[in-house]
């Protein structure tokens, strides 16, 4: 009798124990279904346009409501570009006679406070684009700092001047709005929670990004393929492809990412294969021996830079091509980014 008491005993502890065990599997499990994917690159590599990609792609999109609060931001867009242009002009190239009183019309508003695009304004502005100076001035820009979004907007000018104007996914993906502080977005894809955090790419929100470094799964570090021949903007006599090659170098030998995968999305693509026809890349990079105006060439160079930077012979770079504001394009590269993802962390868990 005895011993049946002391089986039922056992049987009932390891029914007990295989419990735990499966709660155990199951925390486990619940901890990895959420990924903290970590975006990284300098300022205007494409961080927070890839944001809204995931937001079309796996999220709920742009309702209506949405589209129309961005209305504002894609006319602010427009006065800033037209103003940096017209203040580069001092010192690039003339503006001629009859340009200037359209000129300092646009200078006066205080870009902040706009709220919609006026009438007049935007025919000023629309004249101005004309301009041979500003055409000039336009095609000079790698020697100041202006939105990429600039031709975009200003030869579309007359559809976003319309009264009844909601803008549409383009122009969401294209409006520059610098990111300070830290934005977190959460989306699932395939019963799996991944969450994306953008944080400031500019020098001064660094130093926000220290408390974003713990469980890490991924890191996706951007870069600008188009800025092989600009300038920063807080140090206007450095490269900035330089500078994102030592922030990306930084981030690689961080302790804390010992463990995270780290995928090199190469982006604006589109910019590239536009600059390079007049910009050549061994003006700024004299180690580039490749063919001009090549953007394969030139993609290949600046993608083993950015491979050269990494000192662990053992630790695998993922890279992509990119070009956040195709839909289709960042659609295609997440898959394959969501299975490296996937892998890398069962691997983690020694899963696989």
Partial sequence: MAGCCISAEERENQRINEEIEKQLRRDKKDSRRELKLLLLGTGESGKSTFIKQMRIIHGGGYTDEDKKSYAKLVFQN?????????????????????????????????????????????????????????????????????????????????RISQPSYIPDLQDILRVRVPTTGIIEYPFDMENVIFRMVDVGGQRSERRKWIHCFENVTSII?????????????????????????????????????????????????????????????????????????????????????????NPDTDKKLYSHFTCATDTENIRFVFVAVKDTILRHNLKEFNLV
């Fill in 78 to 158: 427009i006065y800033t570009s037209m103003q940096t242009m017209v203040r580069a002009m001092e010192t690039l190239v003339s503006l001629s006679v009859c340009s200037q009183s359209n000129a300092n019309s646009v200078l006066e508003v205080e870009v902040d406070k706009v709220e919609d695009l006026d009438q007049s304004l935007a025919m000023a502005i629309s004249s101005l684009w004309k301009d041979g100076g500003i055409q000039e001035c336009y095609d000079r820009r790698r020697e100041y700092q202006l939105s990429d979004s600039t031709k975009y907007y200003l030869t579309d000018l007359d």
């Fill in 221 to 309: 570090f951007l870069v600008a393929l188009s800025e092989y021949d600009q300038v920063l903007v807080e140090c206007d006599n450095e490269n900035r492809m330089e500078e994102s090659k030592a922030l990306f170098k930084t981030i690689i030998t961080y302790p804390w990412f010992q463990r995270s995968s780290v995928i090199l999305f190469l982006n604006k693509t589109d910019i590239l294969q536009e600059k390079i026809m007049y910009s050549h890349l061994a003006t700024y990079f004299p180690e580039f021996t490749g063919p001009q105006q090549d953007q394969n060439a030139a993609q290949e160079f600046i993608l083993k830079m950015y491979q050269e930077q």
